[in-house]
């Protein structure tokens, strides 16, 4: 039952360029999403959320967009820089403290 | 900055045998997690902690599974006897509130052989 989907296990871009990741979900009780960032051996770093009350919400050259009525959400970064290349999972919350992640998408910059 | 710490980073144990995977959260934080990510899968909810006590718990965390805080700084996950299937990357995590993100440990890569 994947309440929540990374539809692309991969992606490659450009450095300098936009990257675009995106996250569908299918349960209509999550209220909150949030978007991590993992290197391999590590533990996934948060990187931002929106609460389902806003569509937009931007920090640096992080931007998150939550469109409730495609439950779809997208992560953009921009400009791309070798740094970010990880794998980067979405992931819901929804009227308790349980996330539920989707399964990954790993983003490479290339230089 | 602070951050939640696991130990051990690796662990090799044989099937049937208990290990114990241990967890120092960051210090202010009041609610803990697990949660694994078998090698090639999605990062799953195991349990959450709050005030000494299990809040919610995930169909994976069944009887073999336990957790524990035995002092004011560790939180430690136990499984009786391990499976085949239990080999995965155990993260631990602690937030202040739940809906602030979560900070996770680097985590315990688990090999039951």
């Known amino acids: 039952d994947q309440q929540v989907k990374q539809n692309s296990p991969s992606l490659s871009v450009q450095e300098g360029r936009i990257s675009i990741l995106n996250c569908d979900y299918t349960n209509s009780m999550f209220d909150y999403f949030l978007w991590y960032k993992k290197y391999p051996a590590e533990g996934p770093t948060f990187l931002i959320s929106i609460s389902s009350i806003k569509d937009k919400n931007e920090d640096g050259r992080f931007t998150v967009f939550l469109n409730k009525s495609a439950k779809h959400l997208s992560l953009h970064i921009v400009p791309s820089q070798p740094g970010d290349s990880a794998v980067y999972f979405c992931?819901?919350?929804?009227?308790?403290?349980?996330?539920?992640f989707g399964t990954g998408t790993r983003l490479t910059i290339i230089p | 900055e602070p951050e939640v710490t696991q130990t051990p980073s690796h662990q090799v144990t044989q099937m049937g045998q208990e290990v114990i995977l241990r967890c120092v959260p960051i210090s202010n934080h009041l609610y803990f997690y697990w949660y694994r990510q078998i090698l090639g899968q999605k990062v799953e909810f195991l349990v959450s902690f709050y005030n000494n006590e299990i809040s919610e718990k995930s169909e994976i965390f069944d009887d073999q599974f336990s957790v524990e805080r035995p002092d004011g700084s560790n939180f430690t996950l136990k499984i009786r006897s391990t499976k085949l299937e239990d080999s995965a990357m155990y993260f631990c995590?602690?937030?202040?509130?739940?809906?602030?993100?979560?900070?996770f440990g680097s985590g315990t890569r688990l090999t039951v052989v």
């Open positions: 995590a602690s937030s202040e509130v739940p809906l602030v993100g979560y900070t």
């Open positions: 992931a819901a919350l929804g009227g308790n403290e349980k996330l539920t």
